[in-house]
T-cell receptor, first 114, second 113 residues
Framework: DVKVTQSSRYLVKRTGEKVFLECVQDMDHENMFWYRQDPGLGLRLIYFSYDVKMKEKGDIPEGYSVSREKKERFSLILESASTNQTSMYLC?????????????FGQGTRLTVV | AQSVSQHNHHVILSEAASLELGCNYSYGGTVNLFWYVQYPGQHLQLLLKYFSGDPLVKGIKGFEAEFIKSKFSFNLRKPSVQWSDTAEYFCAGTPYGNNRLAFGKGNQVVVIP
């Protein structure tokens, strides 16, 4: 079974802090994703990585950056946390494939910025 | 721009009723389409997927979806729902050859016993 593991289920951070969310997958997937999930807005893509050190901005990248130094690990960084970044953050991974683009998800990290 | 859209965000129905959730996509050409489900407190799980072939796709737990290319739609159906189907349902898709997965806004489904 594919396993996508996010380092924390719950986090509480103060405004202005630098926050790191970590994600690890164990199936040698090329693609990794960070989404945020908010009620009524569904999942919105923050960043996408298709290879080590390669990244692409998603729909809402402002206030975030990412790091992918190893294939299995994809980190989301909030440079200076703000209250409007309080949300559920979901990491996912998928194979690099023309046909089978199914993504597998972690449990999510619920981040509260106070 | 929204590549995948869902309608009627909240759906409330009684057990044994039929469920249909609409999904439309805006990609041209070949697409890969998915329905994911998120039960309360759990992570997203795949219900079913369409890549090619038979446009009627059967998934887990009695769900099915029909791909209608002329309508750019991929609607989810279940003939008779159970209380345990209470969950949020998300439609998602990628255009052919592109792995960037886009989601709709989701449908919150509540099944009353």
């Amino acid at each position: 079974d594919v396993k996508v593991t996010q380092s924390s289920r719950y986090l509480v951070k103060r405004t202005g802090e630098k926050v790191f969310l970590e994600c690890v997958q164990d199936m040698d997937h090329e693609n990794m994703f960070w989404y945020r999930q908010d009620p009524g807005l569904g999942l919105r893509l923050i960043y996408f990585s298709y290879d080590v050190k390669m990244k692409e901005k998603g729909d809402i990248p402002e206030g975030y950056s990412v790091s992918r130094e190893k294939k299995e690990r994809f980190s989301l960084i909030l440079e200076s946390a703000s209250t409007n970044q309080t949300s559920m953050y979901l990491c996912a991974s998928s194979l690099e494939s023309v046909m089978n683009t199914e993504a597998f998800f972690g449990q999510g990290t619920r981040l509260t910025v106070v | 721009a929204q590549s995948v859209s869902q309608h009627n965000h909240h759906v409330i129905l009684s057990e044994a009723a039929s469920l249909e959730l609409g999904c439309n996509y805006s990609y041209g050409g070949t697409v890969n389409l998915f329905w994911y489900v998120q039960y309360p407190g759990q992570h997203l799980q795949l219900l079913l997927k369409y890549f090619s072939g038979d446009p009627l796709v059967k998934g887990i737990k009695g769900f099915e979806a029909e791909f209608i290319k002329s309508k750019f739609s991929f609607n989810l159906r279940k003939p008779s729902v159970q209380w345990s189907d209470t969950a949020e349902y998300f439609c998602a898709g990628t255009p052919y050859g592109n792995n960037r997965l886009a989601f709709g806004k989701g449908n919150q489904v509540v099944v009353i016993p």
